[in-house]
């Protein structure tokens, strides 16, 4: 079994050298998730909130059902989403399968659910503060979930990298949409089950660790923007 | 001055609540309530704790529908913005003082085309100007509910309830609140505001209404109340003796 | 930031368009035919020669024959006989040609405990495998590796299967993840020689039973019917197959070397 020194090397190696195919499938990974993510915020952030503020029949059904869906395992995901964009399935007129497009699809699907939730629950927080004022200020629903997000936005950032580190971090439903084509749609996450496939775990670890700086440094800039937005907003 | 109201029709009730009451958690916490508030100036409910005092301003405000009884504006408050409410603790957004006043202006449905000009009158008026862009979660209480205030005031409301607005505030912040509050009413707004504070209601009022066990027990002119008090309850809560 | 998510996404949208499928050529293949690498060495001279770009999704056999009958592969490229023939015979693929072949063999941990070493062919080994009970990883996923071994079996007249799970393991992945398995609990397994010469981590896993004529393994090359699939890319892949099948594509898989040894061997019949 090769060590961990030897991964380490390798990550090193890969990095200092600037390996073009790193670039490619590093830029890849943040492109699809990042698109993924900022997606799943678009559909997620006003959900959540709708799900927090608003009253309507089934709004407990529906809140236990997002809740839910934030344990859909990925594989099962990639597995629907393939079923939809096959060419033999409703949607394979479109030909996305086996495109980026394909996977930033699927990583939505897997991500929304998590924004969708962490959102309910701060903006439920936010509305136990506000309730009052806003309803005596005669603000309708729209405007107290509007009011509510804007005021919640750091704790969403939060929220934000907790779905983008799921979408990052996957491989089943990405490997299935996607195929892992080189090149094409092979991503670091890929890439890493790939080479430990071939037999080559110091590479495929020396990989893991390059993925686990991208998510670092990721973080590290959200952490940053929402210090200097902190400041901005409260005591 | 700053105007902050058109003026209305002559000295009547701007609001009436009539035989209101209302049961919380198997009590009668307003109790055939009838309370009648004279347009223009300031009247102050006064009241031991349990009175009904605050309950009742939620119910002008509509935030509580009672059990039974009426809710009866004046035709004059027609809308939401009408009449506006300030709370005990300031709640104020996450943002700055100036966006919590856009804010406020922008829920409160003024045209777009006044935003602006509202905006500059609101900061004269509370003298806001120099902490405008301060985070408003980070000022002081009072300063924080001069905030409070001065937003209640942005739609040009007729009617202005207040819920007991200076008791977490030293001295001087009671004072500027009560500056604020006076400014208000010489402008045309009908002020409404719940106080233990027996020099507070001397200072302000014009009008006194004392509720005991969710009715009214005694209403009159502010400075006859505060010199002999008719009713048993009253004289007893103003000198200090426990009421039941 | 906002303008630059969007325009990030934007060109990701257009990329995804103009990367779905106008003129790339979608192969379904498996993993040991990629991990041996023979599609780098391939496909750019290939695309080289014709402009056509060439995609290879590489997955377990049956789920490639999957893939293809729901029309998402021009062509099919994999090596279980039996099953393309079926493929063909439902219609999916216009016919099925001999690519390639190689073979198979037999690894092990070097203290080879059912003593394979000294046995004559490949059933001889799997018998004393079976009688003592030594640890064996099987694909266990119907792939063509699969197939074959439980082919062996089946001439051995041994039925593993009541053993699954004791000496007899089924990982039901593919050829890579068997072997890092088979390296890791010291067992022994069938592999194509291709990917075992081309694996990274054999550990001092060595070939302990090879050259049995029943260890035969041949890859097939189809195309997928365009009465099947309407949307198929025909003319690409008749142009792909072509050139496998021809003087030059045949050269260029037999010139395909690693650690120095050929890993396939053209065997098309004329064209």
């Given amino acids: 079994m090769q060590g961990f020194g030897d991964a380490f090397a390798a990550a090193f190696g890969l990095i200092v050298g600037l390996d073009a195919d790193l670039v490619e499938i590093v830029g890849l990974s943040l492109a699809v998730t990042l698109s993924a993510t900022v997606l799943a915020c678009l559909i997620g952030f006003p959900l959540g909130a709708l799900l927090a503020v608003g009253r309507f029949p089934l709004r407990g059904a529906l809140t236990v059902l997002v809740n839910a869906l934030m344990g859909l395992p990925p594989v099962v995901v990639g597995l629907v989403v393939y079923l939809l964009l096959s060419r033999a399935g409703p949607m394979g007129a479109l030909g996305l399968l086996y495109t980026p497009t394909a996977m930033i699809i699927a990583q939505t699907i897997l991500v929304t659910p998590i924004i969708a939730a962490l959102t309910r629950q701060i903006v439920a927080d936010l509305d136990a503060e506000y309730h009052e004022t806003l309803r005596s200020m005669g603000a309708g629903a729209g405007a107290r979930m509007a009011t509510l997000l804007w005021d919640g936005r750091l704790a969403l950032m939060t929220a934000a990298l907790a779905g983008m580190g799921r979408a990052l971090a996957e491989v089943g439903a990405v490997m299935i949409v996607g195929g892992n084509i080189d090149h094409v749609t092979r991503v670091m996450t890929t890439a890493i089950a790939l080479e430990t496939s071939r037999g080559e775990l110091a590479l495929a670890l020396g990989l893991g660790i390059v993925l686990m700086i991208l998510s670092l440094a990721l973080n590290a800039l959200v952490m940053g923007a929402r210090v200097s937005a902190a400041r901005m907003a409260h005591a | ?244 | 930031m906002h303008r630059t998510i969007l325009s990030l996404f934007a060109a990701l949208a257009m990329t995804g368009e103009a990367l779905a499928g106008d003129d790339a050529l979608i192969v379904q293949s498996t993993t040991s035919t990629r991990n041996s690498g023979l599609y780098d060495a391939l496909l750019p001279v290939f695309t080289a020669k014709t402009g056509i770009e060439v995609r290879v999704v590489a997955v377990g056999t049956g789920q490639a024959l999957r893939n293809a009958r729901n029309c998402d592969g021009d062509v099919l490229l994999v090596h279980a006989k039996a099953a393309e023939e079926a493929f063909v015979a439902e219609g999916y693929g216009i016919s099925r040609a001999d690519l390639m072949y190689n073979d198979f063999v037999l690894v092990g941990p070097p203290d080879d405990p059912a003593k394979v070493a000294g046995t004559e062919g490949i059933e001889a080994a799997l018998a004393a495998i079976a009688e003592a009970r030594a640890p064996f990883v099987s694909r266990g996923d119907d792939s063509g590796t699969h197939k074959k071994e439980r082919a062996l079996w089946g001439e051995t007249g041994i039925d593993p299967d009541g053993d699954s799970g004791r000496w007899y393991r089924e990982t039901g992945s593919g050829m890579g993840a068997t072997l890092n398995i088979a390296t890791g609990m010291g067992a022994y397994t069938l592999t194509d020689r291709a990917t075992w010469i081309a694996f990274g981590n054999k550990g001092d896993h060595r070939i302990l039973s090879e050259g049995d004529v029943a260890l035969f393994n041949q890859y097939g090359v189809i195309a997928v019917n365009p009465e099947a699939c309407p949307d198929v890319e025909a003319k690409a892949a008749q142009t792909f197959i072509g050139w496998l099948l021809s003087e030059a594509g045949q050269a260029a898989i037999a010139a395909y070397r690693r650690e120095g040894q050929q890993l396939f061997f053209p065997n098309a019949s004329g064209g």
Avoid: C, W
């Fill in chain 2, 1 to 244: 001055m700053l105007r902050l109201v058109a003026s209305g029709p002559g000295p009547e009730a701007v609001i009436r609540l009539e035989d209101v009451s209302l049961r919380r958690g198997g009590r009668r916490v307003l109790d055939g309530l009838n309370l009648a508030i004279p347009e223009g100036g300031i009247t102050a409910i006064m009241g031991p704790n349990g009175a009904g005092k605050s309950l009742s301003l939620r119910v002008m405000a509509r935030l509580i529908t009672p059990d039974s009884g009426s809710v009866q504006p004046a035709g004059t408050l027609s809308g939401p913005q009408d009449i506006a409410l300030v709370f005990q603790k300031p709640v104020l957004l996450r943002r700055s003082v100036r966006a919590n006043l856009r804010h406020a202006l922008g829920v409160y449905g003024v045209p777009r085309r006044q935003r602006r000009a509202r905006l500059g009158e609101l900061l004269d008026f509370g003298r806001l100007a120099a902490i405008a862009d301060a985070p408003a979660r980070a000022l002081s209480g009072g300063e924080q509910q001069r905030v409070a205030m001065v937003r209640a005031l942005a739609a040009r409301p007729r009617l202005l309830l207040l819920d007991e607005p200076t008791a977490s505030l030293d001295p001087q912040a009671t004072a500027a609140i009560e500056t604020l509050i006076l400014d208000a009413a010489h402008a045309g707004t009908t002020i409404v505001i719940v106080t233990h504070d027996r020099g507070q209601a001397g200072r302000l009022a014009d009008h006194i209404r004392f509720l005991h066990k969710g009715a009214l027990v005694e209403a009159a002119p502010a400075a006859q109340f505060l010199l002999a008090q008719k009713s048993p309850e009253a004289q007893a809560y103003l000198a200090g003796r426990l009421l039941l």
